[in-house]
């Protein structure tokens, strides 16, 4: 590893001398000055068309009034590439001023994709790989950028599991692929393989900070998804749960300075609240809980005479009519403040470019006193050394705090606990007026007053460059990446707290976690006459991950003035290091006969240091084919057919993320002691034949394009498999160990993509266009011997020949009218409910889902209408079993409204039992009365903007002034009964669609400006 950064140290000093030698030559070269104007074929000048010379790094961008000029050559051939038009090539035959006019080009067939270490141009792609301008969608009010692509990418199934800013987003690359190792995708960022697992250890109720809300969406210029093997396979042991490519902004060879300033602000708020029974209607359902009880077991003595809700001179409470009703959710909810601000200078000469910028976002969450806060700086340079040779560096630095929020599972400082599941009638104060907790739960006002549970990550994600132009048409690259996060947390709950009686109670933690990578490539690109092209690649990858972890707790303080753990009378702490390393070496291969024919092949192999002794690497093969049929004589006088692309690949990529570092080694541990000395005792028991998780995708896709680029449609159908599924096998408690690591289970995915793009209008300067896309995965676990339980009461279970993350309940026929009592489905008719009787119901997998996008434009006039939807799919509605469950925790459990429609008297019809503490079977924890459909469609966001003239902007030396309006989540349309259907309590990937202690994603209206100057 040293020798190899020593070469790459001494080829950069080298390179640097050559740039001495660069400019005599450049000197003696017989350049020009060549300007010219770039006009649309409907005559609107075009600014930000990129201009280059063709086989060189040297070129320029028009300005705002589609000027440009650059030095060139006699004889240099200018290439003028612009989004949503075709790319030309203009040959310089002397230094007059060109004119020159772009076609439209709906299609973008020229458009460059980012690929797997490298680009193509769209219509060369033989993979699946859906790219997304970020433009739209920035400007949704959520913490983390992979939140905001929900519903735009056709295949990838995104879920906003919450409406606290910066939380884990479920994303799923045509479907899952693993029970216990990681689902996620691999996150690139220029060329850095990030983190994407959070790093959090502080208890929040099962959620999890996400670390991609460290990425500013502002500085992102595009973001590619890459999802079939021929696609991935590149990054074999990474790819098999796809890649999203992350490209930031750059400046441009001659390119003149251009300073952008982007500011907004607007508030959001939950769309609506929980209905809860008032104070009368709550009490006057525990005095039916309580005669009901009393009939059931007689010797508790519960009759109407005793009831808790009676005059209080007979010893009552007071009749329910007398009862208060004291809001708590309006306590605790409340209308968020959004606030974001993103400055950027970009430019070059033409042998520096540069992107230089810095953003601030600040949201408070719905819920008090939670809030998020992000401040970042990007800074990326280029520079041409020579005319071989190109260096660089891409820089991201981010603070981002969390007053993070106890929103999810678990009734000790539960934000959404205290306020949802106290009785409405119970008074927030005792009889002296003194603030009091009640029902189990934190009195919400001291909660929220005294809550103390904040995150700082400091993160740096970097990457330095060579490029070397060794021969015409072979490149070599070499790169030096770093991800550092240092993510500091910290807590305090004090004395009036539940968690921290009765002295006080607080943990610190300090995680630091690196990942080092260094690669290099070398390419090859030839084209032999007008027929036939090929390129060949090669390349190396050798990556270190490290994380260390220093952890510390304190019980019993003086008072509730001290709360650093070094007053505290009781401590402990710990201390973690892990580290795991990754040597990969990796090949493909790509054939190109007259733009007709496509074909390449690649291979990667990858040594894991976390695998067994003798099945530490592992190969991924991949082959891709492609037909452009419409190149074909047959098909070169259809008009109404604008391209036809037939394509298919297979392959096979890996996965060992999710598991631990060192999951194959047999681990003892220290700090066991013995009659007070110090010892060891066994951790882990290994495996050393724990090899790499190996998924096969086969996948087959069409592309086409009608009438004249009006109308783009791309169908993909894929088939994947995983074998030698990583997953934690369970022992008996008298091995000493309670599981290890194993290859022992089998998923498939089937489905299916369709999306389709329209021009619908473009006439008189108006202009409509839609983009929808549907989808459908189908999961099945093939193999596993022994069901696993997931989830709060086990309601998730993972078995043998059906999907992951399906129900487990009781099903629920109906209530008998005559009794109000449940009647459940006696699977095996023993006349008893027990848990031999609980079946699996539905699971959270939608039977598809996708997006719809209608943008509009007329003049300076523009509208952007988003929707996200999914159908057929299952949540678990935790908050009303909570909330309908029959009377524990002092009567808490019949607080919501729903219960008024509860069975009272014989005849009664109705799926709600009579409120009872004592027949488990009415209020049975884990019935599917509360198992939902949590289908829906949601107006993701609506954006109206206006670009004021440049005719008026010109005159105060601005080249661009836009005025937007931004609405997020103003719609929703869904048969759910909970807030959101796509809350969950848990980022835990086997406990999705549980919702319970979690607040929707809110409803938001906010205002910015966009300046170029």
């Known amino acids: 590893m040293q020798k190899l950064y020593a070469v790459w140290v001494i080829f950069l000093l080298v390179s640097l001398d050559l740039t001495a030698q660069s400019t005599d030559r450049s000197a003696n070269s017989s350049t020009a000055t060549v300007s010219g104007t770039v006009r649309a074929d409907n005559g609107e000048l075009l600014p930000g068309v990129n201009i280059v010379l063709k086989g060189q790094s040297k070129g320029t961008v028009s300005d705002a009034n589609g000027q440009f000029s650059l030095s060139a050559k006699p004889g240099d051939q200018l290439i003028l590439s612009a989004i949503g038009y075709k790319t030309i090539e203009i040959k310089v035959s002397g230094t007059g001023s060109l004119k020159v006019e772009l076609s439209a080009d709906s299609r973008q067939l020229s458009e460059v994709i980012v690929v797997g270490y490298g680009t193509s141009e769209r219509k060369n792609l033989i993979g699946s790989i859906a790219k997304i301008d970020p433009t739209d969608t920035k400007v949704i009010p959520v913490g983390s950028v992979d939140a905001q692509l929900q519903g735009k990418v056709p295949g990838v199934q995104i879920s906003s599991a919450t409406g606290v800013p910066g939380e884990r987003v479920n994303i799923r690359v045509r479907g899952a692929t693993s029970i216990n190792a990681s689902n996620d995708p691999l996150y690139v960022v220029d060329g850095v393989f990030i983190n994407s697992n959070s790093l959090q250890t502080i208890g929040t109720g099962g959620k999890a900070t996400s670390p991609i809300a460290d990425i500013n969406p502002s500085d992102i210029e595009s973001i590619e998804v890459l999802k079939d093997a021929e696609a991935t396979a590149l990054y074999g042991s990474r790819g098999a749960n796809g890649v999203v490519l992350i490209s930031t902004k750059r400046g441009a060879f001659g390119q003149r300075s251009t300073l952008k300033i982007d500011a907004s602000a607007g508030a959001a708020k939950a769309a609506k609240l929980w209905e809860l029974t008032t104070g009368p209607e709550h009490a006057t359902l525990v005095n039916e809980w309580w005669v009901n009880t009393g009939k059931d077991t007689p010797s508790l003595n519960r009759t109407v005479a005793n009831r808790p809700f009676r005059p209080v001179s007979e010893g009552g409470r007071g009749l329910p009519e007398d009862q208060k009703t004291y809001d708590r959710l309006g306590e605790l909810f409340r209308t968020a403040q959004l606030r974001n601000y993103d400055i950027s200078l970009s430019g070059g000469t033409q042998t520096t470019k540069y992107y230089i910028a810095g953003g601030y976002n600040t949201q408070e969450a719905i819920i008090r006193p939670i809030n998020f806060n992000r401040a970042s700086l990007k800074v990326n340079l280029d520079q041409q050394v020579n005319d071989k040779i190109q260096v660089g560096v891409s820089n991201t630095f981010t603070r981002t705090y969390r007053n993070q929020g106890r929103a999810g599972d678990g009734p000790a400082g539960g934000l959404l606990q205290a306020a949802l599941h106290t009785p409405t009638y119970l008074s927030p104060t005792n009889d002296q007026g003194v603030l009091v907790g009640r029902a189990g739960f934190d009195n919400l006002t001291l909660l ?4 103390n549970v904040h995150t700082t990550s400091l993160r740096y994600i970097g990457n330095l460059y060579a490029d070397a132009q060794l021969l015409p048409g072979l490149k070599f690259r070499t790169s030096f990446g770093i991800d550092y996060n240092n993510y500091n947390e910290s807590e305090y709950w004090n004395s009036k707290l539940i968690s921290g009686s009765p002295n006080g109670y607080a943990t610190s933690s300090i995680s630091q976690y690196t990942t080092w990578l260094n690669e290099q490539t070398l390419t090859y690109r030839k084209k032999l006459g007008s027929n036939h092209s090929f390129g060949v690649l090669i390349g190396n990858t050798l990556q270190s991950d490290n994380l260390t972890r220093t952890y510390a707790e304190g019980r019993g303080f003086p008072n509730d003035n001290f709360t650093q753990i070094s007053s505290a009378a009781t401590t402990a702490s710990s201390q973690n290091w892990s580290k795991s390393t990754l040597a990969s070496f990796f090949a493909k291969a790509d054939y190109n006969f007259a733009g007709r024919y496509l074909i390449d092949a690649s291979l990667r192999a990858d040594g894991s240091s976390r695998f067994g002794s003798s099945r530490k690497w592992g190969y991924f093969p991949s082959v891709g084919v492609a037909w452009r049929a419409k190149q074909e004589a047959f098909l070169q006088n259809v008009t109404a057919i604008s391209d036809l692309k037939l394509r298919a690949s297979w392959g096979v990529t890996g996965n060992q993320n999710g598991i631990g570092n060192f999951a194959a080694q047999g681990l003892w541990t220290g700090g066991t002691g013995y009659q007070g000395s110090p010892g060891i005792s066994p951790q882990q028991l ?7 998780e190996r998924t096969r995708q086969i996948s087959a896709g069409l592309d086409v394009s009608l009438f004249a680029d009006r109308i783009g449609l791309e169908l993909n159908v894929y088939d994947k498999y995983t074998t030698n599924g990583l997953f934690q096998i369970a022992l008996a408690g008298t091995t000493g160990f309670s599981n290890y690591w194993s290859n022992a289970a089998e998923i498939s995915n089937k489905g299916f993509e369709l999306g389709i793009n329209t021009v619908n209008l473009r006439r008189s300067g108006l202009t409509w266009t839609t983009s929808f896309n549907v989808a459908q995965n189908v999961n099945r676990i093939e193999k596993l011997a022994t069901p696993l339980k997931y989830g709060s009461r086990d309601l998730i279970l993972q078995q043998q020949g059906f999907p992951l993350y ?53 003049k300076g006039f523009d509208v952007n209408l988003f929707f996200s939807y999914q159908y057929g799919n299952k949540i678990y509605n935790h908050n009303r079993f909570f909330g309908e469950g029959g009377g524990a925790r002092d009567d808490a459990r019949i607080i919501f409204k729903s219960n008024l429609a509860r069975w009272q008297k014989p005849g009664d019809v109705t799926d709600v039992p009579r409120p009872d503490g004592i027949n488990v079977n009415n209020y049975r924890d884990g019935g599917s009365r509360w198992l939902e459909d949590g289908s829906f469609l949601r107006l993701k966001s609506l954006t109206v903007g206006y670009t004021v003239p440049k005719e008026l902007t010109r005159r105060l030396g601005i080249q661009n002034v836009r005025l937007y309006a931004v609405g997020t989540n103003l719609w929703l349309l869904t048969k759910y009964t909970g807030l959101d259907p796509e809350s969950s309590s848990s980022s835990d990937q086997n406990a999705q669609g549980i919702d319970l202690g979690t607040p929707p994603q809110p409803v938001g209206i906010q205002g910015g400006i966009s300046l170029t100057l």
Do not use: M
């Not at 290994?686 to 790499?692: E, F, I, K, R, S």
């Open 448 to 451: 929220i007053n005294n809550y």
């Open 806 to 858: 399906s129900f487990w309940v009781y099903k629920q026929l109906y209530v008998d009218p005559q009794t109000g009592n449940v009647v459940y489905d006696d699977v095996n008719k023993d006349g008893k409910i027990t848990v031999d009787d609980r079946q699996l119901v539905g699971s959270i997998w939608p039977k598809f889902f996708g997006g719809l996008t209608n943008s509009f434009s007329y």
């Open 686 to 692: 290994g495996n050393p034949d724990l090899q790499w």
